[in-house]
């Protein structure tokens, strides 16, 4: 209560103060007068917080002896950073200490030796248009508030679509490929049932629509949304790499329209998340045409094999697709998040699926061309400018130079691929054909056991143990999952351009080394 009262008693002295000074104005207990910012001390913090970042975490980027993790149990991590906010701000000093505490107990997914995730490393071009935009904090709805970043989005929406191999098209950058994937489920109802953006679901037929079996999960959460039903969606059978089977589909097709149900999407895959498997666009289009289906292909994770001329055939039949998903955050290191929905129609669907006419916003008699107002395309209102990372990467890079880390990181699997076949107690689960590289590790007591219910049971142990130790010891982040029927196996995926050939050696000498008493 003291201090609540001495607190009561200093502001009251300010306030006079300032009542004091020419021309106060005071509404509703508040003075009016200047800005209650200190500019000089924040431009002094960022310019401090700013050294900090750029010793602690660029620098550090590619240096391997820094710990890739410094592994700490929630409840003591809760404590190191003092997450309580308080009704008083804390000293600069103390803030500029909590930011050396965020960047030291995180994860540094630019280290060379995270291969957790299906993104990783560092693009220093991708990096400063981030800082860019972070301190322009634009939002791109209308070209009066967002010029620069709406014509950027629409320059490198154009050339994603030539990539494709569409002569024309249309798209919108998304939060998140699982977005981009909702998007175009929905864009495809509306497609040929546009009364439902009116009216609703309750005067339509029971939609279905098919993917892989290997599909993102998204689709399930897409089809729960939008009010389809997880029931409504069938997974497709698919072969030993996990490529949907063409046949097993155009059954199905059948099955349900026998069933009295209207199928109306094929959700295709180019680039599977665990093992990288590319579904045979070219049959899948052959029986959307049959059938009069829309065809939407999930290349979040494998779309960026399109700069590449050498593996471009990975999505051989794309041009064929109504909509594709691609995220050029992963294996071209635009930065999270960096996601484009591509749509061949180009009539304005996608505006006319989406749009909602806000009059404050999209006013049709402005002193320029409305058209360039694309926010309307968009579930969102505030938006994220986040082509523009792209974009400035790509220009400083070219197109040969996005193909280059393409080319290289699918060269580095190859070459882990030849080595995990050369040592003992390393088993591939099947050849790959992208940049995830998946195997057992058979430590030294499993090795005489036969092959029987109790091996596997024991192996499915193997890696979680593996990967605690990593963790704790900071000496890499390698991913593992069950799939399939599949017991325990790591997924290594190869990104990074920092990511050299000694890298791929030490990740097969260190889980030997975590494992040798296993």
């Not at 000074?21 to 924040?42: C, E, F, H, R, T």
């Not at 994603?160 to 998140?176: A, S, V």
Request: charged share 25%; with cysteine.
């Amino acid at each position: 209560m003291k201090f609540a009262s001495n607190k009561a008693i200093l502001f009251g002295v300010c306030k006079q103060e300032m009542l004091q000074k020419k021309n106060a104005v005071l509404v509703d207990g508040v003075i009016l007068n200047g800005p209650i910012m200190d500019s000089q001390a924040g431009e002094q913090f960022v310019e401090e917080a700013c050294k900090i970042i750029m010793e602690e975490v660029i620098r550090k980027a590619d240096d391997v002896t820094e710990k890739v993790c410094e592994w700490q149990a929630p409840e003591t991590l809760k404590e190191i950073l003092d997450l309580e906010m308080r009704d008083t701000g804390e000293s600069h000093q103390k803030l500029l200490q909590l930011c050396r505490d965020v960047i030291q107990y995180s994860v540094k997914t630019s280290h060379p030796r995270f291969f957790n995730q299906l993104y990783a490393g560092i693009d220093y071009y991708s990096l400063v248009a981030r800082f860019i935009t972070e301190a322009l904090n634009p939002s791109v709805y209308t070209y009066e508030v967002s010029p620069v970043f709406l014509l950027v989005e629409e320059a490198v929406i154009k050339k994603m679509i030539e990539f494709i191999g569409w002569e024309e098209g249309d798209g919108i950058f998304n939060p998140g490929g699982s977005v981009s994937n909702m998007y175009a489920m929905n864009l495809a109802r509306y497609k040929f049932f546009p009364e439902i953006k009116e009216k609703g679901l309750s005067g339509l037929p029971r939609l279905v629509l098919f993917t892989s079996e290997e599909c993102h999960y998204s689709m399930k959460k897409a089809a729960s949304f939008l009010g389809i039903g997880t029931e409504n969606v069938y997974f497709i059978k698919t072969d030993e790499r996990g490529k949907m089977i063409p046949e097993e589909l155009e059954k199905q097709v059948q099955r349900a329209r026998k069933e009295g149900s209207a199928p109306f999407l094929v959700c295709a895959t180019a680039g599977t998340t665990v093992l990288g498997a590319f579904d045979p666009l070219d049959k899948i289009a052959d029986i959307c045409e049959k059938h009069g289906l829309w065809l939407h292909v999930d290349a979040s994770w494998g779309g960026s094999a399109l700069v590449s001329r050498k593996h471009c055939r990975l999505l051989h039949g794309i041009h064929r697709a109504d909509s594709v998903a691609w995220n050029p955050h992963k294996m071209l290191l635009a930065g999270i998040q960096c996601c484009a929905l591509l749509v061949k129609d180009n009539s304005g669907l996608l505006k006319n699926c989406y749009s909602a006419k806000a009059a404050y916003l999209f006013q049709q008699d402005k002193f320029y061309d409305v058209s360039y107002d694309t926010g309307d395309k968009s579930i969102q209102c505030s938006r994220r400018p986040d082509a523009f990372k792209f974009w400035l990467m790509w220009k400083a890079l070219g197109t040969t130079g996005l193909e280059e880390r393409v080319n290289r990181a699918l060269a580095l699997a190859r070459y882990l691929v030849e080595e995990i076949k050369k040592r003992e107690g390393f088993q591939l689960l099947l050849e790959p054909e992208y940049a995830n590289v998946c195997f057992w590790y058979i430590p030294p007591s499993l090795r005489k056991m036969e092959d029987g219910p109790e091996f596997w049971q024991k192996l499915h142990q193997v890696a979680p143990i593996i990967k605690e130790r990593m963790m704790k010891k900071g000496s890499m982040m390698l991913g593992y999952q069950p799939h399939q029927g599949k017991v325990n196996f790591f997924r290594q995926v190869v990104i990074s351009p920092q990511v050299s050939r000694e890298d791929m050696d030490f990740l097969l000498d260190e889980i030997e080394l975590l494992a040798k008493d296993l």
